[in-house]
């Protein structure tokens, strides 16, 4: 059964750093096209970051400079580095692969960015 497992959510003050992690299981990963989405409360889920097979990467604008999106294919493990954070950061964070005709989900954790 595929599973993609996020980790490293949590509650820091605006202007600081957090890195998330997507560990995936029982899929061949690097055939996958790897994505964080957020979510925040009353909003549709967004597109963050994506990182190709070859590992060229892309970032929402809202992002840009702020993330960093990287893949280890030997450790089936995607990161998001994510520093300067902002209060409108704060969301629910998943991770995706995208295999083309299938595509798989994890469950989120949540980034807060408060004081």
């Known amino acids: 059964q595929v599973q993609l497992v996020e980790s490293g959510g949590g509650l820091v003050q605006p202007g600081g750093s957090l890195r998330l992690s997507c560990a995936a299981s029982e899929i061949i990963f690097s055939l996958y096209r790897m994505n964080w989405y957020r979510q925040a409360p009353g909003k549709q889920r967004e597109l963050v970051a994506s990182?190709?097979?070859?590992?060229?990467?892309n970032y929402a604008d809202s992002v840009k400079g702020r993330f960093t999106i990287s893949r280890d294919n030997m450790k089936n493990t995607m990161l998001l580095q994510m520093n300067s954070l902002k209060p409108e950061d704060t969301a629910v964070y998943y991770c995706?692969?995208?295999?083309?005709?299938?595509?798989?989900w994890g469950q989120g954790t949540q980034v807060t960015v408060s004081s």
């Open positions: 990182v190709t097979k070859s590992s060229s990467t």
């Open positions: 995706k692969a995208d295999g083309g005709l299938r595509e798989y």
